[in-house]
Each structure stands twice: as C-alpha cells, then as structure tokens.
C-alpha cells in the first residue's frame, strides 16, 4: 500500500472515536476560554476534555489552531444572531436586538472579548465564510436603520466595528452586574441621529 501524503490523511475523515475527541476538545476549551480567555492553558484543556495533551495537538497543531477553531464557531453564531435580527420588521430594534445580545455574550465570554479585541477577527473581512455571512448581515442591518433613518449617516460599517471592539474592551474591564446593558444603552444611544 503506498504511503499517503499529509493532504490524504487531511481529508481521509475522522474515525468516530476522534470525532468524539475532537468534540470533547472543543466543549472543553469553548469552557476554558470562556473563563480564562486566551489565558487558557493547553494542559487545562486537556484535563476538562478528559483527553492527553498529545491528542489535542494531533487535531490543532498549534493552541492558535484551537483558538481559530472556536473563533469560526463564535463568527457563526453571532452571525446567525444578526440574521435573525434581520428578521424583526423595525429596523432600530433589530440593530438593538443585534447590540444587546453581542453585549451579553462579550460581558461572559472572556475569549469571545479577547477575540474582539486582541485578535481582531470579528468584522474582518476576508476572513472565512461565517465570518464573510456575519459583515453581511450585520451591514444589511446598517443599511435598514440608515435606510429608515434611525442611525446617524456618519456611522457606517468602519465605525461600527471600532465601536464594538470599545464595547468588547469596556466589557472587560466591568465587574458590576448588568453593566453590559449601560454599555449597550450609551451606544445605542450615541448611534440615533
């Protein structure tokens, strides 16, 4: 039997025990970075998924891998939160909608902040297809409320990402409960015309 090149063994799928695995790794350190952000340590995640620390590495070769991995998952729920925002019939309460839940999610997801912020993926483009369906939706939500007239015209899609990287690094900083919804408010606020 010829040997197989590192493409092959890339596309051969995973035998069900390694899905199995490479699941647990991930429930373990969406948890993980949860809690402790990019912080996090490999051996940690190992220890929470049950699994050595060898068999992490053999599905994500690098801790920057893993950490890929769950930024692509968070991509594809925030944009499937902007898509079903997309849905409601006002437009300034879709983008509120939209605002609040990110608010939420950022003020208990310490890796979720850090991946606003210090990786700087979310809003990116170019970045992957979840994260090309997330700057999709959310700029349909911009171009509803301009359209309606209830964001300022001098907000478009570049100062509406830099203020969702300031919301992520003030979430970071609050320890009072609730304060992601203040936050939420004095940005929704500053966006009306």
Same mark, same amino acid.
Do not use: Y
């Given at each position: 039997m010829?040997?197989?090149?590192p493409q092959q063994d890339a596309e051969r799928p995973l035998r069900a025990d390694a899905r199995r695995?490479?699941?647990?790794?991930?429930?373990?350190?969406r948890d993980a970075f949860v809690e402790e952000g990019t912080d996090a340590q490999m051996e940690d995640i190992?220890?929470?998924?049950g699994v050595g620390v060898g068999t992490i590495y053999r599905?994500? $070769?690098?801790? +920057?891998?893993? !950490?890929?991995?769950?930024?692509?998952?968070?991509?594809a729920g925030n944009a499937a939160v902007a898509a079903e925002a997309l849905e409601l019939p006002d437009a300034w309460e879709a983008l509120s909608l939209y605002l609040r839940r990110g608010a939420e999610d950022m003020m208990q997801n310490r890796g979720l902040r850090q991946a606003y912020g210090d990786l700087g993926k979310l809003f990116?483009?170019?970045?992957g $297809?979840?994260? +090309?369906?997330l !700057?999709?939706?959310v700029g349909k939500l911009l171009d509803r409320c301009h359209e309606a007239g209830v964001l300022r015209a001098d907000v478009g899609f570049?100062?509406?990402r830099a203020l969702m990287y300031g919301l992520a690094m003030a979430s970071s900083n609050a320890d009072t409960p609730g304060a992601q919804q203040i936050y939420a408010d004095v940005f929704l606020r500053g966006l009306r015309p």
């Open positions: 010829p040997d197989r090149t695995n490479r699941q647990r790794i991930l429930d373990a350190a190992a220890r929470r998924a599905h994500f $070769p690098t801790k +920057r891998a893993l !950490v890929d991995e769950l930024v692509e998952q968070w991509l990116e483009e170019g970045v $297809p979840k994260n +090309r369906e !700057v999709s939706n570049a100062e509406f």
